[in-house]
């Protein structure tokens, strides 16, 4: 059975940094990738980044381009994300997903996901 469990959101000022983190268990993640979804109140689910777990293949979406940074610690089956020179438009919950890799361009079938965790950012 597949875990995924974020952690290390929470409330910053703009400007600030946070680094969330998902932990993965429950099978190999090999031909995986992990990515970080955000949906913030009365808007849609948006990716955020992603990155494959053999490779280290990673994208990212214009929003965050050069402010947030994926990673992965294969060894701790645990996926990161820095996020830095945080904005109040970066509000949201953030979840983490995983699921097999489809095509070359890190596009993927999320099969599993997080609960989520609280990203707030104030002015």
């Known amino acids: 059975q597949v875990q995924l469990v974020e952690s290390g959101g929470g409330s910053v000022q703009a400007g600030g940094s946070l680094r969330l983190s998902c932990a993965a268990s429950g099978r190999s993640f090999n031909g995986y990738v992990m990515g970080w979804f955000r949906q913030a109140p009365g808007r849609e689910r948006d990716i955020v980044a992603a990155i494959s777990w053999s490779a280290g293949t990673t994208f990212y979406a214009d929003s965050v381009k050069g402010r947030f940074t994926i990673s992965r610690d294969n060894a701790k089956n645990t996926v990161y994300l820095q996020m830095n020179s945080l904005k109040p438009e970066d509000t949201a919950v953030y979840s983490c997903?995983?699921?097999?890799?489809?095509?070359?361009?890190?596009?993927?079938?999320?099969?599993?996901w997080g609960h989520g965790t609280q990203v707030t950012v104030s002015s």
């Open positions: 997903a995983t699921g097999p890799l489809l095509s070359s361009s890190l596009s993927a079938r999320y099969d599993y």
